[in-house]
């Protein structure tokens, strides 16, 4: 009789070995991403801050828009704001921090400035973290949205400006855009558009003194110890592999 093991059983064995591999290297992932990213100073947490998630699908990831709560499972929804919210309300207890996510599917920055005030200034944050950008380049490839890198860039500036007018000592994290080539979504023919939208972010982050993540350079580095698909969904989306990571290189944006 033959010993072969079943095939599901190969996959299985075969994703639990890559899957303990990529677990093995986080640490050196995240380390390696930052090592090659600008240095930047780090967010303080102070006592009963507002920490609010901004941004597109990435950040709303399953969150239930009915609710509002700080700290609650259903508002932070069940991607890397939730894992990053279960750090920060861990390691950080007595600061008794305020945690929101009001991040929306499918928006660029001209749909978060629509929702600004009621989404963002009305919360009263004393520490913002945006990531938003994906959706300002990938719309245009559908023809369904006219927005150029330049329209992301002002667009982006004139929400900083106004953010800053209304909280002008608020923290801010702004993450960067990112996308894993030849995951379904992403192709060829992102490159090199998709890497002015990267630098931007980065140029606006540096122009509003906001802490920057380097969300591209920390997959570039995990795809060395798993495959792209292990990390992302579709190119665009993380998976839960990769919203962990998401997770950990935000954790290193903040001090307490």
């Known amino acids: 009789m033959s010993k072969l093991i079943p095939s599901n059983r190969r996959t299985f064995v075969r994703d639990a070995a890559v899957g303990t591999i990529a677990a093995l290297a986080v640490p050196g992932i995240i380390s390696s ?38 700290n609650d499972f259903g508002a932070l929804g069940s991607g890397y704001v939730l894992l990053t919210a279960t750090v920060l309300l861990r390691d950080y207890a007595a600061k008794n921090l305020q945690i929101h996510n009001t991040g929306i599917s499918g928006n660029k920055v001209y749909q978060l400035a629509d929702r600004w005030d009621t989404d963002t ?50 923290k801010l994290i702004i993450g960067e855009p990112f996308a ?14 998709f890497d002015t939208y990267r630098q931007a972010a980065q140029d606006v982050a540096d122009e509003f003194g906001a802490v920057f993540v380097p969300y591209q350079k920390v997959m570039d580095e995990a795809v060395k110890v798993a495959p792209a698909k292990y990390w992302s969904l579709d190119g665009v989306h993380p998976s839960p592999a990769g919203a962990s990571l998401m997770a950990e290189a935000w954790l290193k944006a903040v001090k307490g």
Request: charged share 25%; aromatic share 10%.
């Open 33 to 70: 991403a930052f090592a090659s990213a600008p240095k930047t100073k780090k967010v303080t947490l102070a006592d009963n801050d507002v920490v609010l998630f901004q941004g597109d699908s990435i950040t709303e990831w399953g969150r239930d828009k009915t609710k509002s709560t700080a």
């Open 121 to 170: 200034l009305a919360l009263k944050p004393n520490v913002l973290s945006i990531m938003v950008g994906v959706n300002d380049y990938w719309h245009t490839l559908s023809g369904n949205y006219k927005g150029t890198i330049e329209t992301y860039r002002t667009d982006y500036k004139k929400l900083l400006d106004r953010t800053k007018q209304a909280l002008p000592d608020v």
């Open 180 to 193: 894993l080539k030849d995951v379904k979504a992403v192709d060829a023919s992102w490159y090199p558009a």
